[in-house]
């Protein structure tokens, strides 16, 4: 079976899977699916659609956008995104705007005259203070 649009091939996963909380082994719970909500978290990004058109397949969107904020949250996208630059051939991440638009809700975390709560970068992790 192909890799379906927007998904990552089986050297990619391969690449990023150990990156990732929710191991058998890790604190806490397990994930049930890494690979499927991380595909899902990428259907969004790069089809530049709404949490809410994310297809079923990828599971409820209300529960894949939360693990993607508290992942945000917990500095895990940071993390993914700092072992990869590190790889001086970056086959394994090649993001630019043509691939990954910004929905209006994205662009900063906040809605138009809110001043609390963190504000967040277009992949959603923290800036720092």
């Known amino acids: 079976m192909g890799v379906k ?19 058998d082994g890790d604190p806490g719970r397990s994930g049930s699916d890494n690979r499927l909500f991380v595909n899902g978290v990428l259907w969004v990004l790069r089809s530049g ?3 809410q058109h994310l297809p079923e397949r990828y599971g409820k969107w ?16 940071e993390k993914v995104f700092n072992d990869l630059i590190k790889d001086r051939r970056n086959e394994y991440l090649m993001l630019d705007s043509t691939l990954v638009r910004a929905h209006q809700q994205a662009t900063t975390g906040r809605g138009s005259g809110q001043k609390k709560g ?5 992949w959603g992790v923290p800036e720092a203070d």
């Open 118 to 122: 963190p504000r967040i970068r277009l």
């Open 49 to 51: 659609a709404f949490w």
């Open 5 to 23: 649009r927007y998904e990552l091939t089986e050297a990619q996963w391969a690449r990023i899977a150990p990156l990732l909380p929710g191991k």
């Open 62 to 77: 209300k529960t894949v956008h939360a693990r993607f904020t508290r992942w945000a949250k917990a500095g895990v996208w």
